[in-house]
Nanobody, 125 residues
Framework: QVQLVESGGGLVQAGGSLRLSCTAS????????IAWFRQAPGKEREFVAD????????YYADSVKGRFTISRDNAKNTVYLQMNSLKSEDTAVYFC??????????????????WGQGTQVTVPS
């Protein structure tokens, strides 16, 4: 049974930092690319960042480029999202998701097959 578990969310003031973690079990971790998506109240789920199975390729939404960094430790079956210079518009539930590494990254949530339960990030305005 595949499980993705996010952690590290919380309340942080604007300009602050958080590091999210996504730990996987039940799959050969390095065979999957991992993405972070987020969903704010009343909005659609949107792509944030993606990392290839080896970690050699990373992709970011324009809205987070230069502020967020995605990385992975395959020995720990964990992907991280370092979020710096947080803004109120970053407030959302953040989800990690997995897709077979044979496929390219996607901005479309439905193209990732395994999902975590999400972790809340709140940046008050």
């Amino acid at each position: 049974q595949v499980q993705l578990v996010e952690s590290g969310g919380g309340l942080v003031q604007a300009g602050g930092s958080l590091r999210l973690s996504c730990t996987a079990s039940g799959l050969l971790f390095s065979n999957y690319r991992i993405a972070w998506f987020r969903q704010a109240p009343g909005k659609e789920r949107e792509f944030v960042a993606d990392i290839s199975g080896s970690g050699s390729g990373t992709y970011y939404a324009d809205s987070v480029k230069g502020r967020f960094t995605i990385s992975r430790d395959n020995a720990k079956n964990t992907v991280y999202l370092q979020m710096n210079s947080l803004k109120s518009e970053d407030t959302a539930v953040y989800f990690c998701a997995a897709r077979d590494k044979k496929y390219y990254m996607s901005y479309v949530p439905n193209e990732y097959i395994y999902w975590g339960q999400g972790t809340q990030v709140t940046v008050p305005s």
